[in-house]
């Protein structure tokens, strides 16, 4: 064997190691890291997310050519992509991505190259979020990466790793003076926590020595209000702008710079010369002018909200011949939901808390539509970033994909409802996210924790009522806080209410419901057996 073969053999046993270090971390860790979730519902299962991101990656690893470095790293790579759940795991993916990328061109590892491993990796984690917040795995990987580039400097590769993990460690203790909603809970950043177990596992794997650490307490809870997401309503920028870019890498920080405070839905993907650039702005020459300043923009395409679909007439933009049929992609959480979305005509990918769906998954259910064109329903939150991993990877087959960034999953039957394939693409797309948005929603859940919610604190056993994402009603009557959460939505007006049960719903709490809307024959009411689990009932109003 020579020495070259030898160094390979080395690295490829560490990296195996690693991986089966960092998963039986992250299965000890998952239930820790899921708890730092301050709702009074188990809904945050970032700690889940990243154990299955992971599984799927070491997976993927073991699966590949076993002597060859280049493949075992790309393997891993691409099965945590193709595994990743949740923005927590779409986020993992993209961070050893990059360091997978930056660590197989290196060879031989030394305190140097891993630095530069895990630089790359926090650039491309930043990179990956349009609008990144402090205080959050993004900081705590900035952190690791900047220690390692200071200690690189000794050329120990001991050092280095152990410099990084326990500045990352102190970053994520730190992660409560940058975000209000951690400080106010008193707990640390659940996704900067896996980072850190991650790194931990590194540690041992290439010294050989476990760190011991403390775990994070959990402090008061308290609800953090959730981000509003962003939608095509007519409250929002006028002008969608894409247009593919010629530019140097070294180009690309400083149009993200200049696109930002133009509008929202910025994302500007690619790499080696070539980028794709997607924002919603009112000032489109801004837009452009900003990508002729970075390089060459070409293929550009611009769609006004507001005009398109009173500017068009019948035959505009019709689909080439030989295309198959436009089809919708929904996750659905539960199987009377599923139903229903398949009813409609979509292809349904299962997904709930604790079990989301993953990019792979996605990606499996547009691929086996047959279509050239796919909308995709997230339904959820946390699933949106899992939904856009997907669809980049298809556009890369020449598959047409739009997500449509629908976050409960009433948003997603009211986007369907108004689905048309005879429309055109950018039309079906943007009626869907027209839908979605001005739908208001809500729901009741039973806490099962102690928890002070925006209404004020609640105990386990409390009737919760939520109303556009927040937890607005607390009470000891389940009946009490669906009806008031019913009226907030109906106060705003509306024409039609849609109720949907859940697994093991109490018939009564529906028929309540009907019963007190009978003073108002203005609103038509749709009943749904959805078969979801933890909300005996969600409610739109649209």
Do not use: K
């Not at 209410?497 to 697994?503: F, K, P, Q, Y």
């Amino acid at each position: 064997m020579t020495s070259t073969t030898s160094a390979t053999s080395r690295r490829l046993l560490v990296l195996r190691r690693w991986t089966d270090l960092t998963l039986q971390a992250l299965g000890v860790a998952r239930e820790e890291i899921d708890a730092l979730n301050v709702y009074p519902v188990p809904d945050g299962d970032t700690g889940t997310n990243l154990y299955l991101t992971f599984e799927a990656a070491r997976a993927a690893l073991y699966a590949a050519d076993p002597q060859d470095e280049a493949a075992a790293w790309d393997a891993l790579a691409r099965g945590a992509l193709l595994g990743a759940r949740g923005n927590s795991g779409v986020i993992l993916s993209q961070l050893l991505r990059a360091g997978a990328r930056s660590l197989v061109a290196a060879g031989e590892l030394d305190a140097e190259r891993l630095a530069r491993a895990l630089v790359a990796a926090a650039d491309a984690g930043y990179e990956s979020v349009g609008d990144p917040v402090e205080g959050t795995i993004l900081t705590v990987a900035r952190a690791a990466a900047d220690a390692a580039t200071t200690a690189a400097a000794d050329g120990d590769v001991g050092v280095t790793i152990r410099t990084a993990t326990d500045a990352a460690r102190e970053a994520l203790a730190r992660t409560p003076e940058q975000l209000e909603t951690l400080r106010l809970a008193g707990v640390v950043d659940a996704g900067g926590r896996g980072l850190v177990v991650i790194l931990e596992a590194a540690q041992t794997a290439l010294t050989g020595h476990r760190p011991v650490t403390p775990t994070p307490t959990r402090g008061s809870h308290l609800i953090p209000m959730p981000t509003p997401g962003v939608d095509l309503s007519p409250g929002g920028p006028g002008y969608e702008v894409m247009y593919l870019l010629d530019a140097d890498d070294g180009a690309v920080p400083a149009l993200r710079r200049a696109l930002a405070p133009l509008g929202d839905s910025l994302v500007v993907v690619g790499g080696d010369g070539l980028w794709n650039v997607h924002v919603h702005v009112d000032d489109v020459g801004a837009a452009i002018e900003a990508g002729i300043t970075a390089g060459r923009p070409h293929r550009i395409r611009v769609t006004h909200f507001a005009e398109q679909t009173a500017a068009r007439r019948p035959g505009d933009g019709e689909r080439p011949a030989g295309t198959a049929t436009r089809v919708v992609v929904a996750a659905a959480a539960g199987p009377g939901l599923a139903a229903v979305f398949e009813d409609a005509g979509a292809a349904v990918v299962h997904s709930s808390p604790g079990r989301r769906c993953s990019t792979g998954d996605v990606l499996a259910a547009i691929r086996g539509s047959g279509a050239h064109e796919v909308v995709v329903l997230p339904n959820d939150s946390d699933s949106v970033a899992v939904a856009e991993a997907a669809a980049r990877e298809a556009r890369d087959e020449g598959i047409r994909v739009a997500v449509v960034p629908t976050r409960v999953q009433v948003q997603g039957l009211a986007a369907l409802a108004v689905h048309e394939p005879g429309r055109s693409f950018e039309d079906d797309v943007v009626h869907m996210t027209a839908a979605a948005g001005h739908t208001r929603h809500g729901g009741v859940t039973v806490a099962a924790r102690d928890a002070m919610t925006m209404a004020g604190p609640c105990r386990v056993g409390d009737a919760l009522g939520i109303v556009e994402g927040d937890f607005a009603v607390v009470g000891t009557d389940l009946t009490a806080v669906t009806l008031d959460v019913v009226d907030r939505l109906v106060g705003g007006g509306g024409e039609m209410v849609t109720l949907v049960s859940g697994a093991g719903g109490d018939p009564s709490l529906v028929r309540s419901v009907l019963d007190h809307l009978r003073d108002r024959p203005h609103l038509e009411t749709v009943v749904y057996d959805g078969g979801q689990e933890r909300y005996p009932l969600l409610i739109a109003v649209e």
